[in-house]
């Protein structure tokens, strides 16, 4: 049976940002080196194949870059861009670097694809439109959250569709509590926490309109958990990671920078998801 792919409406819109992203994707985190192209280095000729054997080693049967100073990537550029484009071309490249920041998750009879939104490009594409969030299947249909939840068969109620605001100090509290579970991606991540507590949060008057945008994002890229936690749980994390959105956002003024370190924190951690949904379940 062939998997019929969905993606988010701005999907096809994106394209990397390069030497003009503030935020490397090429530094901070282990480059896994899928076998294909571990075979394909190792056959590769001249000195870049000699450049490239040396700069890659294999830890518990995964090849991966040998990274450098703040986690660099070897072949990343001063100015951002990529050596090995540069001397060769993209088909160099391995898959994690080829695909990222896209996933593909199987849901039922579906792929749900999209871009993760460590990324700030996709920051940018899921905030450069305020309308609410819409989808798209390969064969050209278009259709709501509601229909694509109706597709799974899941019951979606019109308050689940969106973001629910009016989020109270003793909300912010525990959406603080769940997020200080969770295993820390750096000291940056445990200072803001760390400040967040000592805020006084005040409700304030009105939430972006983004933000209901941002939520159902969230609740998309949540559905492969659906299975194994159960759709109230689903529903309870996107839900709280919005919230988690919006404090922070409360703090910095800054929401596409608030949306992106949440995502290195948590939609990047496969551990620190189901922290979250452990403790929402």
Avoid at 104 to 124: D, H, I, P, Q, R
Avoid at 136 to 151: A, P, S, V, W, Y
Avoid at 172 to 185: G, K, N
Avoid at 192 to 210: D, M, N, T, Y
Wanted: glycine share 8%.
């Amino acid at each position: 049976m062939s998997l019929v792919m969905i993606y988010p409406d701005f999907y096809q819109d994106f394209c990397c940002k390069a030497d003009s992203c503030q935020h490397t994707c090429c530094a901070g985190w282990e480059i896994d080196i899928d076998e294909a192209t571990a075979a394909k280095y190792q056959q590769l000729g001249g000195p870049l194949g000699e450049s490239v054997r040396q700069n890659i080693m294999e830890v518990e049967g995964v090849w991966q870059f040998r990274l450098g100073a703040g986690d660099r990537c070897p072949f990343l550029c001063k100015d951002g861009l990529c050596e090995l484009i540069r001397r060769a071309d993209e088909s160099l490249l391995c898959d994690i670097c080829t695909n990222h920041p896209r996933f593909f998750v199987t849901v039922g009879e579906y792929e749900l694809a999209g871009v993760g939104l460590s990324c700030e490009k996709s920051c940018e594409l899921l905030l450069a439109d305020t309308a609410p969030l819409s989808f798209r299947t390969e064969k050209g249909e278009d259709m709501t959250l509601e229909e694509l939840l109706q597709r799974l068969s899941l019951p979606a109620g019109e308050e689940d569709l969106c973001y629910q605001t009016g989020l109270t100090p003793d909300d912010a509290a525990f959406v603080l509590d769940c997020m200080e579970r969770t295993e820390p991606i750096d000291a940056a991540w445990t200072a803001q926490l760390k400040q967040l507590r000592s805020e006084k949060f005040v409700p304030e008057g009105g939430v972006p309109q983004a933000f209901d945008r941002i939520y159902q994002y969230i609740l998309y890229r949540a559905l492969e958990y659906m299975p194994q936690y159960g759709w109230g749980t689903v529903l309870a994390y996107g839900q709280l990671n919005a919230d988690f959105i919006y404090l922070a956002y409360q703090l910095s003024g800054q929401l596409g920078e608030s949306i992106r370190r949440w995502s290195e924190q948590i939609e990047y951690s496969t551990e620190n998801v189901k922290i979250l949904m452990g403790l929402l379940a």
